[in-house]
């Protein structure tokens, strides 16, 4: 949708702020389908929920090119947003269910690897296709690869290990490493409202909120910005829009690589570094004096941005007990989701009040990362892997 909002503004005669708020509408309901999103898989099992939400936002990626008019545009905004929020606590579960302690925020970087090289792709695949046959041609082609990968996921990924054949006992024991083994019992059974105010849970939810109001303004109005203010034509754009995010995909899988091999005992260090040196980039690509330089900028800010991400994960990775994993994803990953709700509509807002210029809209970016820097201080440096007592009733 980024990709695809100035050639959807142009065909609807869209100002800064309605493209804003078409920006924002999957956002709303991707939002409040996290935490039924996380009970769903935590009570059913991964496989059949992320099996439903990826062919839910395979159709209504579709549908979203059938869109007439800006109404109905909000309203499949809204429809998709609500199946698609089903899908990351599914997969932060899987990682948690899957992979043994000390691989899982390695594995969890690679996974958020693939939003980062998925949006590096699109402007590249995008862009093309919009050039030759309208925006509504690019949301119909990416049906079929949803729904492929929907299957695929449904066939070799069963709810846990021990439901695979192809997982010997060996890797069993290794994977689970005792948590479920030898008649473990799981965590007692909690109310959500203590589940989600379990110690550092609300930090957690507070850190990603705050940063994401910068990701989510940041990656959502690149292209707008590229075109609009450094003067960028179509393919331009296309190849400039997509550097941050190829970019981030490194940046993602070596930020977890770091966090476990590096900062296994104080995960918050990289996690600081990564958020002033975003705000650094992101002033630096505002004040660029030209556009080569801005592109540079971007490029760096992109690395940083995802790095944060994979470093992030790593704290509830390695702190909530994996059979609450699903549920306590959902609930801090709605932080991130709602802002991006929030965050295009200021961005809307700052950018249309400014008659087009982006220096307040930056602005408020880099204070949201500042404000996210800060919450992390209050979150102890030393914490342990798995500190099941938090979640104790």
């Known amino acids: 949708m980024s990709v695809a909002i ?64 800006l109404t109905q545009m909000f309203l499949v905004r809204l429809a998709f947003g609500a199946g698609e929020g089903m899908f990351p606590a599914c997969s932060l579960k899987t990682i948690a269910v899957w992979f043994p302690k000390r691989e899982r925020s390695s594995a969890s970087a690679i996974m958020l690897a693939s939003n980062s090289l998925g949006a590096a792709l699109a402007p590249l695949i995008v862009v093309p296709i919009v050039s030759l046959w309208g925006w509504r041609s690019a949301f119909f082609s990416l049906f079929f690869p949803g729904v492929l990968i ?65 990701y989510w303004g940041f990656t959502t109005w690149l292209p707008t910005y590229l075109i609009k203010s450094r003067g960028f034509s179509a393919a331009q754009m296309g190849v400039a829009a997509s550097l941050p995010f190829l970019a981030g995909t490194v940046g993602c899988v070596i930020g ?67 059979d609450r994993m699903g549920v306590t994803s959902g609930f801090i990953n709605m932080a991130g989701q709602i802002a991006a709700f929030i965050s295009p509509l200021v961005m809307g807002y700052l950018i249309g009040a400014a008659k087009g210029n982006f220096d307040h809209a930056f602005i408020f970016l880099i204070l949201s990362l500042l404000a996210s820097c800060v919450v992390v201080f209050t979150i102890p440096s030393n914490l342990q892997p798995h500190e099941n007592v938090a979640f104790r009733g």
């Open 150 to 214: 929907a299957l695929l996921f449904f066939i070799f990924v069963p709810n846990k290990p021990s439901e695979s054949r192809r997982v010997s006992p060996e890797e069993l024991v290794e994977i689970e490493g005792g948590e479920d083994a030898a008649g473990a019992s799981p965590s007692p059974q909690v109310g959500l409202l203590k589940v989600f105010m379990a110690p550092n849970v609300p930090k957690y939810f507070l850190v990603l909120f705050t940063f994401d109001i910068a």
């Open 256 to 322: 977890g690589w770091v966090s476990d091999r590096y900062f296994s005992q104080s995960r918050r260090t990289p996690i600081i570094a990564t958020q002033l040196v975003s705000a650094l980039l992101l002033y630096l690509t505002l004040t660029a004096p030209s556009a080569h330089m801005a592109v540079l900028y971007e490029t760096m800010a992109g690395f940083f941005l995802m790095l944060f991400f994979s470093t992030f994960w790593a704290l509830p990775m390695n702190t909530v007990p994996k």
């Open 6 to 69: 100035p050639f959807i503004a142009a065909d609807y005669h869209l100002g800064p702020m309605a493209m804003g708020a078409v920006m924002s509408a999957f956002f709303a309901t991707y939002a409040l389908s996290q935490i039924p999103g996380g009970l769903l898989a935590d009570k059913f099992g991964v496989r059949k929920v992320a099996t439903v939400a990826m062919l839910w936002w395979s159709v209504f990626t579709a549908v979203t090119g059938l869109a007439a008019n």
